[in-house]
């Protein structure tokens, strides 16, 4: 990742760090909740996204004209006891927003033969007036021509490489983040790294095309933040944004029959880069082949888990991640991040302090 | 810091009304079958056939009635004819496609694997609901699944996912207890599986708050006989060959049976300390996902009893019998049943049951009130579905006869807060599940829609009610590892390739942005109205290229053709839209509104376009 290599001084490396899962699905949703899946809280527990999105609720100005979470390209986890509006908006594999074109040619007169049927349904009172409410505001959005340029809907591409795929994506987010206008967690997707086979293969998933698109994208968006003012007028906007590469596992080190990795939850890099983190530094080390940890490089006596790295964003974004919710469907009280099963949870301080010259 | 990026790098009649009461709460059930004899019914409540015949086919099959049903039902001037409608449905495969959808969703435990262990168990489960096998029955067969995993009717899926998931043997026990108590008595116990539910529950659960981790553990014990089993150890687990023929030889066995012979074979998940058939509530640190357990060996026992397998009695047969046998288990399911009609259960989260709330006496003893929104009611259609043997059809029937089930909740206003007045309300309007929005679009244009599963490759399905996971339908089901076909689409009735690929697409990107479930996950589907869903219905491509295109409906292509050869008037046409999308007539204002868009357009324009407007109508969306 020759663009990356170029760049050290602006990131740091975490590699003590272990997941408790090993199949996608739990995994992801460890990742995206800072929670162990668990069937009985499975459609109550929310995207972190979604709680910051709450708690970010009271916040929001007028002109903060989109939703406080944008998810691109995957939707598995959703807004669990807290009310839809924190669900945030779907983009698609690109950074688009799916839609918000009109596909047919004379949409005019078609919106307004459903703007008149939804007058004569009247005041609605029970659920379906908030079908109306919800498609009259996906109407507003079509209409907003700075929303349209915002999320890249008018520009048209034909390159469905990983690598395109992922620097739109960057692209979208860094245009977001400029516009501030009240988006504060941005998720985006670089699918792929499943190389159960060929991982060195030559195809458009492979590793070498995976790296380059992460390469690629992450360089874009360290460039293109740092070039541009904070909000608050003071530093860069990337002195603003944390950013946080991470998979929900690692693979195995020795390559398997068919020439691919498997999964492996032990040990997995973490890379993150802006918001105070200090770069050029790396934390925990691993033994030479990278298949276990040697050294775990902070405080605790254990290795980081999920719920450190989760726990690490609250912190960064301000928001005390000991915060509880007692009013939930279940009467059981919810915790941004678990510790009634994980154990106590610690942010990771040292990703902050002065790298010792 | 203002923002955070995440970047995710991943990877896949008779019997309709069941006997009266002698007991107190006699008004209150004589309500819910006849209306309120006290007052008068506000006449606007009154369901007519038309949006009658429209929700008991939602309800009973998720689907759409052909429009010759609709018209056969609608000049039919019998006084029963609304009960006879319910038994025909019921009768039906579609009711038996939804049910087995229903069960699915409750045990939301699939193992995909190419459909080895998927394909048996949602075929062997759909057997079980066209034959009316008794709720208590099934849940028996479920607990009690012994046997070569892929057999043709196996069960094995019920125990695969966590039996695949788990790292650790006794989580894998913890889970599956866990699942169990869920779907079949709607209790999350799984709080007690970690620490004694004293000074942790008192203010969510007074029942489970007075349970002990070591009475979950006593539950547990009763699975703990039970393993996936490999019967040899010859396998080339190096060629993808010899995995599948692990996989096809998986077995699920009991140690209790006396038939079972370990032999050369071995346990999945095997573990020297847990192989002897007991549940060892001994673990270490880090060990699972749960605090270390340390309460030595633990006999089963049921946790409000401290009942236990009798002589001779397996462990699995012991759970299967005590649980099938608690008025818990019929509880719960006469709670979902409500639920699924009248889109809230009397007790909710409908897994959230307390079992210090069920009655007043026990409330009072925790200081709380009863958790149920109508106990007398509730408690009268669970005596009445223990009387009728757990009879799942019996129950319906009970429901959607009732006067109750048969008014119109659009006109109920709020309703109000006690008895049956809270039921008599706006909130009962929801809008359609997924599948049913899938299924409605598809089958009202006429599209041929067809589906092929995974595994399955000598016939399609035509709804999305008989997908058996949120993985189909697939795309690749028919392919060939050469890249072509193991069977050619045409020969299975897809008009072309193309056609076959539309349809598997079409459907598995509707279904996605409808919310459908995730049973892998466990998620239940999403019936909210969002933007996406919102703006997915009005823009997308498919709509208005596929669905509404030139060609594509023949639905459209008939109708267009009808009125521009004078067989249907403006006006007919307008009613015919209405009541082939909405299900009513239009009112005076929609009917100017459709004439006055009409009438500077062409036919191949207009009607598309009105058609539009009614797929993106609350009353085509919502029931």
């Not at chain 2, 116990?189 to 006593?218: P, V």
């Not at chain 2, 045409?490 to 279904?511: M, T």
Request: one cysteine or more; a negative charge; aromatic letters at 12%.
């Amino acid at each position: 990742m020759p663009l990356l290599a170029e760049r050290t001084d602006r990131f740091a490396l975490l590699r003590s760090i272990s997941a408790s899962e090993q199949v996608h699905e739990r995994a992801v949703y460890q990742m995206l909740t800072g929670h162990r899946h668990s069937a009985a809280l499975i459609n109550e527990i929310p995207h972190f996204g979604s709680v910051l999105s709450y708690i970010f609720d009271g916040q929001r100005s007028q002109s903060d004209t989109l939703p406080s979470l944008m998810k691109i390209g995957r939707n598995g986890v959703k807004n669990g006891f807290l009310h839809n509006k924190h669900g945030g908006l779907k983009l698609s594999f690109d950074g688009r927003i799916e839609n918000l074109d009109h596909f047919y040619e004379r949409p005019s007169s078609r919106f307004d033969l459903l703007t008149q049927m939804q007058q004569a349904a009247g005041q609605l009172q029970d659920r379906r007036g908030d079908l109306i409410d919800t498609q009259q505001r996906s109407r507003a959005m079509m209409l907003d021509v700075e929303l349209g340029q915002l999320l890249g809907t008018e520009t048209e591409f034909d390159d469905y490489s990983p690598t395109a795929f992922f620097l739109r994506q960057c692209q979208t987010a860094a245009r977001v983040i400029n516009a501030n206008k009240g988006t504060r967690v941005i998720q985006l997707t670089l699918d792929g790294w499943d190389q159960h086979v060929s991982i060195y293969g030559e195809g458009s998933f492979d590793l070498p095309s995976l790296s380059r698109a992460l390469d690629d994208g992450l360089a874009f968006l360290i460039d293109d933040l740092e070039s541009k003012p904070a909000v608050t007028g003071q530093g860069t906007l990337l002195e603003e944004t944390l950013i946080v590469a991470v998979g929900e596992f690692g693979r195995t080190v020795a390559l398997n029959t068919g020439g691919g990795r498997d999964h492996y939850p032990d040990i997995l890099p973490v890379l993150l880069m802006g918001g105070g983190v200090q770069g050029g530094q790396t934390i925990g080390v691993s033994n030479e082949n990278g298949a276990y940890i040697t050294d775990r490089g902070w405080s605790q006596n254990r290795s980081m888990t999920m719920g450190d790295l989760m726990a690490t964003i609250y912190s960064a974004l301000g928001v005390d991640w000991t915060w509880r919710y007692q009013d939930t469907p279940s009467g059981r009280v919810f915790e941004a991040v678990d510790t009634s099963i994980a154990g106590p949870v610690f942010a990771i301080e040292d990703l902050f302090s002065e790298v010792p010259s | 810091m203002r923002t955070v990026l995440l970047f995710l790098m991943t990877c896949p009649l008779v019997g309709a009304f069941a006997q009266m009461p002698k007991a107190a709460g006699l008004e209150e059930i004589a309500s819910f079958y006849r209306g309120p004899r006290a007052k008068k019914p506000d006449p606007s409540l009154k369901l007519d056939d038309r949006l009658f015949i429209r929700r008991i086919f939602l309800d009973l099959t998720g689907r759409l009635p052909d429009p010759e049903r609709v018209e056969l039902f609608m000049s039919n001037t019998s006084t029963a004819k609304r009960a006879a409608l319910v038994e025909e449905i019921i009768g039906s495969e579609a009711f038996v496609d939804r049910w087995t959808y229903f069960f699915e969703d409750l045990f939301s435990t699939h193992v995909l694997i190419g459909g080895i262990y998927r394909n048996p168990f949602h075929f062997t489960l759909r057997q079980m609901v066209a034959d009316g096998r008794p709720w208590n029955e099934m849940a028996s067969r479920l607990i009690m699944e012994t046997g070569v995993g892929s057999r043709e009717d196996s069960l094995f899926s019920f125990w695969g996912l966590g039996a695949f998931l788990s790292e650790f043997r006794l989580d894998f026990l913890d889970d599956q207890i866990s699942l169990i108590t869920k779907s079949m008595l709607g209790m999350s116990t799984s709080c007690i599986s970690c620490h004694d539910g004293a000074y942790h529950l008192e203010d969510i659960n007074k029942g489970l708050s007075t349970m002990t981790r070591r009475q979950f553990w006593g539950m547990a014990a009763f699975l703990s006989s039970s393993y996936a089993y490999i019967p040899r150890s010859d396998y080339d687990l190096g060629s993808e060959e010899g995995i599948l023929e692990l996989y096809r030889e998986l077995m699920y066995v009991d140690t209790d049976d006396a038939d079972f012979n370990k032999g050369e074979g071995f346990y999945f998940l095997s573990d020297e300390r847990f192989d002897d058939g007991n549940y060892h509530a001994q673990s270490e640190p880090g060990e699972g996902m749960r605090a270390p357990r340390n309460g030595g060996v633990v006999e089963p026992a049921w946790m409000t009893t401290g009942e236990g397998p009798q002589t001779g009695e397996t462990r699995r047969a012991a759970l299967a019998r005590i649980l099938t046998g608690d008025r818990q288990f019929a509880l719960n399911m006469v709670n979902r049943l409500w639920a699924h009609f009248f889109g809230e259960g009397f007790v909710e989260p409908l897994t959230g049951w307390d079992l210090g709330r069920l009655d007043t006496e026990t409330a009072l003893t925790h200081g709380s009130t009863v958790q149920s929104r109508n106990v007398v009611l509730m408690e009268y259609l669970t005596d009445f579905f223990i009387d009728s043997n757990y009879d799942l059809r019996a129950l319906m029937r009970v429901l959607t006869n009732s006067w109750l089930y048969q008014i119109n909740y659009a006109n109920a206003g709020k309703g109000g807060t006690n008895g049956l007045d809270y039921w008599v309300s706006n909130r009962r309007v929801r809008r359609l599940e997924p599948e049913a929005i899938n299924d409605a679009i598809f089958d009202l244009l006429e599209t041929g829609h067809r589906y092929v599963i995974t595994g399955i490759h000598d016939r399609t399905f035509d709804s999305a009610w008989q997908l058996p996971d949120n993985y189909e339908p697939n795309p690749g089901a028919l392919s060939n590892r050469e890249g072509g076909f193991v069977v050619e689409p045409e020969s299975l009735g897809f008009p072309s390739e193309e056609a076959y690929y539309y349809y598997q697409f079409s459907a598995l990107s509707l279904l996605e942005r409808f919310g459908r479930g995730d049973r892998y996950s466990q998620v239940l589907a999403d019936t909210e109205s969002t933007v996406q869903t919102a703006l997915s219905m009005m823009n997308w491509e498919m709509i208005h290229t596929w669905v509404l295109g030139e060609n594509t409906s023949p639905f459209l292509q008939r109708l267009i053709e009808d009125y521009e050869n004078q067989r249907q008037t403006e006006t007919e046409l307008t009613q015919t839209l209405f009541r082939r999308f909405l299900w009513r007539d239009p009112n005076p204002l929609e009917v100017d509104i459709f004439a006055s868009y009409f009438k500077d357009k062409e036919a191949e324009q207009g009607i598309p376009d009105m058609v539009w407007s009614l797929l993106n109508h609350v009353d085509f969306l919502y029931k």
